[in-house]
């Protein structure tokens, strides 16, 4: 899928990542108590960092939905470091 539907499917509270990422990265959003968004996440193996699509990103066709049944965790708004 593109860019527009991984981001829409984010919205949807989905993960997604790119296929040629092999698995290693997974970007999704993070949300308050409140449920209002604070930002969306790239979390790779050991780190969790805000992310910003590259043009390359932007332009993909390589998006995948990862384990649609499986919702990420929401983040205290306390633990998060920005």
């Known amino acids: 899928m593109n860019f527009n539907d991984a981001l829409n499917a984010i919205k949807d509270g989905k993960i997604v990542a790119r296929g040629k990422w092999g698995g290693k990265a997974k970007v999704y959003l993070v949300k308050n108590k409140m449920n209002n968004i604070t930002h969306v996440e790239v979390r790779t193996v050991g ?36």
């Open 47 to 82: 780190n969790c960092i805000m992310y910003a699509a590259s043009s390359e990103d932007l332009l993909a066709m390589d998006w995948v939905i990862i384990n649609p049944e499986i919702q990420p965790k929401q983040i205290p708004p306390e633990e998060i470091v920005l």
